[in-house]
């Protein structure tokens, strides 16, 4: 167990909807990362929060969004859902205390299908 | 080119053997490395990291790190079949952004 936790688990969505994940971090954890991982490929980097401001994006349109509140959550919202959006989406969170060597815990994800 | 780069595998050995993945970065900013595993419908769970030249050794598992060659393997000694599972490479840089690679899947045979 890593004390980071999704929700849903798992979510089925039409194109064109709108759809919202959460995630829970560590207690302390005051950097959240969210990762898209398609089929048969490593996970990638979609957004970075730290202290409740973005502070990293990889290469993903603005339909994806995000937030991250003082309580340690967060969420995941992608707007107009594509069929290529379906994948598991994972957040990760770590205490950043300076350059990039911190550990980060994932949560279990959440799996999402678009119709 | 991808940022990083491992062979997909299948890699198979046989139980108690031992088993080697590689990995290749294209980033020589990069500043630390991880392997994680990740078993079939599940979330990637930490094994190793490590951020200096040279070998790290953690129980069967030994990472290795050559930043000059851009290379960095997972040594898994004794083999189990709960070994079983994608490794997946990951490269982090000074902003904290983890690059991953793709997994290489490893089957460990009774």
């Known amino acids: 167990e890593t004390g980071v936790t999704q929700s849903p688990t798992h979510l089925i969505k039409t194109r064109g909807q709108q759809v919202t994940l959460r995630c829970s971090s560590q207690?302390?954890?005051?950097?959240v990362s969210w990762y898209q991982q398609a089929l048969g490929q490593g996970p990638q980097f979609i957004f970075q929060?730290?202290?409740?401001?973005?502070?990293g994006r990889g290469n993903f349109p603005p339909r994806f969004s995000g937030l991250q509140f003082p309580n340690y959550s967060s969420e995941l919202n992608v707007n107009a859902l594509e069929l290529d959006d379906s994948a598991l989406y994972l957040c990760?969170?770590?205490?950043?205390?300076?350059?990039?060597?911190?550990?980060?815990?994932f949560g279990p994800g959440t799996r999402l299908t678009v119709l | 080119q991808k940022e990083v780069e491992q062979n997909s595998g299948p890699l198979s050995v046989p139980e108690g053997a031992i088993a080697s993945l590689n990995c290749t970065y294209s980033?020589?900013?990069?500043?630390?490395f991880f392997w994680y595993r990740q078993y079939s419908g599940k979330s990637p769970e930490l094994i190793m990291f490590?951020?200096?030249?040279g070998d790290k050794e953690d129980g069967r598992f030994t990472a290795q790190l050559n930043k000059a060659s851009q290379y960095v393997s997972l040594l898994i000694r004794d083999s189990q079949p709960s070994d079983s599972a994608t490794y997946l490479c990951?490269?982090?840089?000074?902003?904290?952004?983890?690059?991953f690679g793709d997994g290489t899947t490893l089957t460990v045979k009774p």
């Open positions: 207690s302390g954890h005051n950097t």
């Open positions: 929060y730290y202290r409740e401001e973005e502070n």
């Open positions: 990760a969170s770590r205490h950043q205390a300076g350059g990039g060597s911190d550990t980060q815990y």
């Open positions: 490590i951020y200096s030249n």
């Open positions: 980033d020589r900013g990069s500043q630390s």
């Open positions: 990951a490269v982090n840089t000074n902003a904290g952004k983890s690059t």
